[in-house]
């Protein structure tokens, strides 16, 4: 009986034990999916190539949307009916990346009732989706002494995958945190800033990689695009845009020199990635130096290029270089974009790019061919330049006009005029492509294109591109000059100087393009530039941002203005659009932009039809119009030096000596004209009379007209 009731007990001790861990499996299983509908497990998984090319409905899990880079919802709950009805459900302030040298760019990751976004600091916050309650926050601790960024401290966007958030740094490393805490996973180094390599895009996940590209084309870089296991960090493959001794391209470099070690060809932006192809696709940046083509003889491949490599190897697979031996800086740091379309009845596997030329490029993505016509055509010489003899011309017309007036041509003139050192130099009409040497040409578009960065999207009901750019006057000349030996990596090379009327102040453009047919079908002008990137969504509906802190809707299809909410801070980052119980929502972080000129803020918000939070104040008023000798605040040059590179260094550069679209401030002495200037902005420059204390302009201007002005 003893020894029944003991087989007994031992059953009922399996039955048990048996129970204990099918609830044990349950409560992980609970743990693991959400209770939101979402069939999507609560950590990230290693992503699929399916996963990650379906059109985003409860996630948004690339930069892009989809590997694709469309972004484009497919949701209609938001349409052009209702969409004047959209409000704010919450808004959280980040705390992180407000001072003027950053720029908020990032476009925020959803997965999972989660918000991933970063900030021009490269700190990363994850956001409750219900409440906008920070959850954790990855504090970057980046050197405040880098040097060799170009054009504002920046981020932008993360990745996701294999439960973890994917983060490529200023300081030039790529970082993995924690899903659910943040904390870091691994971190590896891409390149040194101090040799001029610097990371400014969102990296992208695909099969069990990170891939990367780095910034610094003005740093005298040799530009790569490097893929890193998920996992661990360890390189995968690494892809060089400057092409080496016996590599495809490498013989449009001078034969016997190294000048193709500095040869820049930076990457700007989220790849793009066709999966039944296998191809990787991605933009470059300029040449260096970038201005100066004297030593650099040649096309230079493959900067400001369209290059395919295989996404499993890095292996060159086609490119089509949009211009041959660049010395306008037109590169193409804006997204490449993935889409299918009918061209005379034939069904066309298409990748596309705008760049700083003002062209759109549309090619066949499998061959690099164009599908659009483009042909080789002569442009102007000069042998000093060794100018190539021609360029690919697209056969229809630019998304921005190539014309100079008069007017262009005599602001430049004035410009040319104040920040001469001494006679000031011959200004004179170019044109696209036109060759420069001692006279100052003006251009149009200037470095500051055309697009820039801000990324373009694809609707496939209306087959259109939507495209933001401006329209950037530029004057253009040679100053023969060279970096010191030694020095490459570590200061601005770029070999001329230009002068600028400014990113904020250029007229922007924004519209409606249909690559079958290389034809605008609408177009807004604004009074200042285009400086955010759009989405579109099957509600028929564009959004985008403007530099007054406006995030706009349009109608897809003829450009209507059907909504404009003021988010409080330069509206210069992208839309992310998502469903959750059955709610369709955006999100948009409003921070403003070190080069345009916008207001700058901290501002995360989210939006639906049931929102109730109305449109706040806009950010970055001026202090009105000061006059010489109403402060008698005493400033501190010692002090200024540190809010110079925290506000003003993205555009004057950290030496006061010109950078991005900034004139040099060598010379400028008066400092009742420096204190009017800086607090009341102007020609380009913000307004700082509402961010920055009465001592900190008299910091700042000490630093200046003390320091600055006797280099």
């Not at 409860?58 to 989809?66: E, F, S």
């Not at 039809?609 to 605040?633: F, I, Q």
């Amino acid at each position: 009986m003893e020894a029944l009731g003991g087989r007994l007990a031992g059953t009922l001790m399996i039955v048990a034990a048996v129970i204990l861990a099918v609830s044990a499996a349950f409560v992980i299983w609970l743990l693991l999916v959400r209770d939101t509908g979402s069939s999507w497990p609560a950590t990230v998984p290693a992503l699929s190539a399916d996963d990650l090319t379906k059109e985003p409905t409860d996630v948004w899990l690339t930069n892009g949307g989809t590997l694709a880079n469309q972004r484009f919802s497919p949701l209609d709950e938001i349409d052009t009916s209702n969409v004047g009805r959209l409000k704010g459900v919450w808004m959280t302030h980040l705390e992180s990346g407000t001072a003027a040298k950053y720029s908020a760019e990032g476009q925020p990751i959803f997965y999972n009732d989660v918000l991933y976004v970063p900030t021009g600091e490269d700190d990363v916050f994850a956001v409750d989706v219900e409440t906008g309650k920070i959850l954790w926050k990855y504090e970057s601790g980046i050197s405040q002494k880098i040097n060799t960024v170009c054009c504002g401290w920046l981020s932008r966007g993360v990745a996701i995958g294999e439960g973890k958030v994917y983060i490529g740094q200023l300081d030039g490393n790529l970082v993995a945190l924690d899903q659910d805490t943040g904390a870091v996973a691994w971190k590896t180094q891409v390149g040194s800033w101090r040799k001029g390599y610097t990371i400014t895009a969102a990296p992208l996940y695909y099969d069990g990689m990170v891939i990367t590209g780095v910034s610094g084309g003005e740093f005298s870089i040799r530009g790569r695009v490097q893929a890193y296991d998920a996992e661990t960090g360890k390189l995968v493959w690494r892809f060089y845009t400057i092409p080496g001794p016996g590599e495809t391209g490498h013989d449009s470099w001078p034969a016997g020199t190294e000048t193709w070690k500095h040869g820049g060809a930076p990457m700007w932006q989220t790849p793009a990635v066709d999966p039944e192809l296998g191809l990787l696709y991605f933009s470059t940046g300029n040449a260096s130096p970038d201005l100066d083509g004297s030593r650099r003889a040649g096309d230079n491949l493959f900067a400001a290029s369209i290059v395919a490599v295989d996404a499993k190897t890095g292996k060159y697979r086609w490119h089509f270089q949009q211009v041959r031996h660049d010395i306008w800086d037109y590169d193409a740091p804006s997204p490449v974009v993935l889409f299918d379309m009918q061209v005379d009845g034939q069904e066309r596997n298409a990748i596309a790019e705008t760049s700083k030329t003002g062209w759109t490029y549309v090619l066949d993505r499998e061959t690099g061919k164009p599908i659009l016509p483009v042909e080789d055509e002569p442009v102007p010489q000069d042998p000093v330049q060794k100018t190539a003899a021609t360029q690919p011309i697209p056969q229809y017309e630019p998304f921005i006009s190539h014309d100079v007036s008069d007017a262009d041509v005599a602001a430049i003139a004035e410009l040319s005029r104040q920040n001469a050192k001494g006679a000031p130099p011959k200004v004179v009409k170019g044109g696209i492509y036109t060759p420069f040497r001692d006279e100052v040409r003006v251009i149009v578009p200037g470095p500051q294109g055309g697009t820039n960065w801000q990324p373009m999207s694809y609707n496939p009901d209306t087959g259109y591109l939507y495209v933001c750019g401006m329209r950037s006057v530029s004057g253009y000349t040679r100053s023969g000059e060279q970096l010191p030996k030694g020095k490459q990596g570590q200061v601005a090379d770029l070999g001329s100087v230009f002068t600028t009327t400014g990113f904020g102040s250029q007229t922007g453009l924004f519209g409606a393009w249909d690559p079958r047919t290389g034809k605008t079908v609408w177009q807004k002008e604004w009074p200042e530039s285009c400086y955010s990137g759009s989405v579109s969504t099957a509600g028929g509906l564009v959004f985008v941002g403007r530099n007054g802190g406006e995030l706009e809707a349009y109608d897809a299809a003829n450009g209507k203005r059907l909504w404009s909410f003021q988010t409080g801070a330069g509206a210069n980052s992208t839309v992310t659009s998502f469903e959750r119980d059955g709610t369709q929502y955006l999100a948009f972080i409003a921070g403003g932009n070190a080069l345009a000129a916008s207001s700058h803020g901290d501002n995360l918000w989210l939006f639906s039809l049931d929102g109730r939070l109305g449109p706040v104040k806009a950010g970055g008023a001026g202090a009105g119009v000061g006059h010489a000798g109403e402060s008698a605040t005493t400033g501190d040059a010692g002090r200024g030096q540190q809010v110079f590179a925290d506000n003003c260094s993205g555009c004057h550069g950290l030496s006061g000596e010109g950078a991005n679209g900034g004139p040099t401030l060598v010379g400028v002495t008066d400092r009742a004209a420096a204190l009017r200037q800086v607090r009341n902005g102007g020609g380009g420059m913000p307004a700082f009379g509402g961010t920055l204390s009465d001592q900190e302009i008299a910091d700042v201007v000490a630093y200046v007209t003390e320091r600055v002005a006797k280099k």
